[in-house]
Each structure stands twice: as C-alpha cells, then as structure tokens.
C-alpha cells in the first residue's frame, strides 16, 4: 500500500459547471450590451466567463488535491485551509451542495471542524478502495462515499 496517494477534482464536471454557470451568468450581460448598442462579439461575453471560470476552478483543483495518507485523509474546509483528519477521528458525514457541485460535509466532533470532501473527484472508486484499505468496513466516511458511488 502507498503511504500516499493524491486525487483532484474532475475536469469534466469543472468544465460542465463553468460552462453553465459562466453562460449563465456571462449571457445575460452580453445580450444587455447587445441590446445597448454594442456589437455582437459582447455575446462572446459568455464564453469567456465560462472560460475563466473553468480556468479558475482548474487552478483551484491543482492548489487544493486531497491526499489519502497512512495517518489520515489531508483535505480542506470551505476557507481552503488544509487539515488533517486522522482515520480515528469520530465524524460525521452529510452530503451538501454548492451551485450545483456536490460535497461531503465531513464534521470532525471533537472540535467541530468541518471539512469538505468534493464528490467530483476523477478517480472516485480508488479514492473509495484507498480509504477502505486505510479505515473499517462501517466507518462514516466509507458509508457515506459508497452511498454516493451506488446513487450516482
């Protein structure tokens, strides 16, 4: 077994999400400045929010891997600080939403951090087989991603 293994975020659900959300947002402001007077090209407006979206959350998922470690799962709360939730810490689990994005709330209860988990991840099922070689069969954080991996 590795004492390390990383995993990032999905490009093709990053793209999917900065695509509608860059369109969505960025077509809107094009047709209004169509409708003002400017040239068509503002309608590109939309596609290069959606790019830069998607060029954003690119960067985000290079800075911020998750990595799978013999001590521990190294993530990141929703500030994008890193901590280190070792595989004995009693958590809770719960499934949570951002713009469409899904995520694992892990709550660490001794202190109550919470740390985010994207359901997003290109390799889910080795990311799955490599936190299940590290903890128990019914621990939270297993249950709760073959739950998500059977729903999806």
């Known amino acids: 077994m590795n004492k390390q293994q990383r995993f990032r975020d999905g490009p093709l659900t990053l793209w999917r999400w900065a695509a509608l959300y860059g369109t969505a947002f960025g077509l809107p402001i094009g047709l ?13 407006l939309s596609e290069v ?3 830069g979206i998607f060029l ?9 891997p998750i990595d ?16 280190l939730l070792a595989w004995d810490d ?24 919470v740390f985010t988990l994207p359901l997003y ?7 799955l087989h490599a936190i ?4 128990f069969a019914d621990h939270p954080l297993v249950t709760s ?8």
């Not at 799978?68 to 901590?83: A, H, I, M, S, W």
Request: proline share 2%; hydrophobic share 45%.
């Open 32 to 44: 209004l400045l169509v409708l003002q007077g400017s040239n068509w090209l503002a309608l590109l």
């Open 121 to 127: 991840l290109s390799e889910m099922d080795r990311f």
């Open 90 to 113: 009693p958590i809770e689990c719960e499934p949570w939403r951002f713009f469409g994005l899904r995520y694992l709330r892990v709550r660490r209860l001794e202190d109550g951090r």
């Open 145 to 152: 991603l073959r739950k998500f991996i059977a729903n999806s």
């Open 68 to 83: 799978v470690k013999t001590e521990g799962l190294r993530l990141y709360d929703f500030q994008g600080r890193y901590g």
């Open 49 to 51: 929010v959606a790019i």
């Open 56 to 64: 954003i959350l690119s960067l985000a998922a290079w800075v911020y």
């Open 132 to 135: 299940e070689a590290r903890t």
